[in-house]
């Protein structure tokens, strides 16, 4: 009886071990492409990775420019640099006394003193590309998708995760109970 439990042990081992390998295989790529990225994003600050966040030049605070004028502002400088001018968001930073406006179809930051409306630095996002490498959206970003990519492949290198890392320890244990089994 316990020969046989032990065949079958082998026999699910064997059939495991396919299963982890030919999985393994073409998710190699997706862990490495999110684990590299992972890194990148961590140490983002570090490795300047983003513009840094500059102060206003401006002595005296009295009142802001509006939002609309900061999107003015910013969509003339990219119409001038022949660079797409939609506007994908504004963060305001009033401790700084600026505001970085970004591009829904680049990655290019303007940064602008929230008082006088001057252009501070005018800088590439590296993150923001980093990050739609990291969750797949880059897909979408590039060939015009509405989130599908990203959601398919963030699904699947999961499940992926999910199934290397079960499979993974019964590859480890399952040697250790038929060895128990044996005895």
Do not use: C
């Not at 020969?3 to 081992?13: F, G, H, T, W």
């Not at 982890?20 to 961590?42: D, K």
């Amino acid at each position: 009886m316990a020969n046989k439990e032990v065949q079958q042990k082998v026999k699910s081992l064997r059939l495991l071990r396919v299963l982890h390998r030919w999985l393994g295989i073409p998710l190699v790529l997706f862990f490495f492409v999110i684990g590299i990225t992972s890194i990148l994003l961590a140490w983002k600050k570090k490795a300047e990775l983003l513009p840094p966040t500059l102060k206003t030049k401006v002595e005296s605070k009295e009142d802001w420019i509006s939002p609309s004028q900061m999107v003015e502002i910013a969509m003339e400088k990219m119409d001038s640099m022949k660079q797409s001018s939609l506007v994908d968001r504004i963060d305001i930073r009033p401790d700084k006394g600026i505001a970085k406006v970004t591009f829904q179809t680049h990655f290019t930051e303007v940064q602008l003193d929230g008082f006088s409306g001057e252009v501070l630095s005018i800088e590439t996002r590296h993150s923001d590309w980093i990050e739609k490498v990291h969750d797949g959206s880059i897909v979408d970003f590039y060939f015009g998708g509405t989130e599908t990519s990203k959601l398919i492949y963030s699904t699947l290198t999961a499940f992926g995760l999910i199934l290397m890392s079960f499979s993974g320890f019964y590859l480890w244990y399952f040697p250790k109970v038929i060895r128990k089994m044996k005895i």
